[in-house]
């Protein structure tokens, strides 16, 4: 049995089995927005991370398309996931806090969702949405105009 090669350490370790490359992540850094003094206006700190979904091989196709679904809105037109880090004043924290958000995600879509098990009502169940409806029409009935009735 080979031996698994050790992760370098830029890898993202998801779990025991599952370590994306560092190929498949890049990262860029530009000026944050909000509060910081003069900071905010020379220093870069806000990280934006891109993992490379479409690309990626250290998925299953299963595992992607879950992936996807739980991004949304943060995948790209070239298929590739960014997460936006800014609350840190430091890049380097907001690296970590980038990576550690991609691995959350990454952990979500590695569980696979449980089957649903069609269950049918039960004969109480029924037999109160039934009472429910009729004391309903009651009450609308008893909306109708009044007859007149002759004296």
């Known amino acids: 049995m080979p031996a698994e090669p050790p992760a370098r350490s830029n890898d993202l370790i998801i779990n025991d089995r599952v370590t994306i490359p560092a190929g498949d992540l890049s990262w860029s850094a530009s000026r944050a927005s909000g509060p910081g003094g003069q900071n905010v206006n020379k220093v870069a700190t806000k990280v934006t991370l891109r993992f490379d979904l479409h690309g990626t091989e250290a998925l299953t196709r299963t595992q992607k398309a879950r992936?996807?679904?739980?991004a949304g809105k943060r995948i790209d037109a070239q298929g590739s996931l960014m997460i936006n880090a800014?609350?840190?004043r430091s890049q380097r924290q907001n690296l970590e806090r980038a990576r550690d958000g991609l691995r959350k995600?990454?952990?979500k879509a590695?569980?696979?969702?449980?089957?649903?098990v069609a269950t049918r009502p039960t004969r109480?169940?029924?037999?109160?949405?039934?009472?429910d409806k009729r004391r309903r029409g009651d009450q609308k009935k008893s909306r109708d105009k009044v007859?007149?009735?002759?004296d």
């Open 105 to 107: 995600l990454i952990r």
């Open 147 to 150: 007859s007149e009735t002759e």
């Open 67 to 70: 992936l996807r679904k739980l």
């Open 110 to 116: 590695l569980v696979p969702p449980k089957p649903r």
């Open 124 to 131: 109480a169940s029924k037999r109160r949405r039934l009472d």
């Open 86 to 88: 800014q609350a840190e």
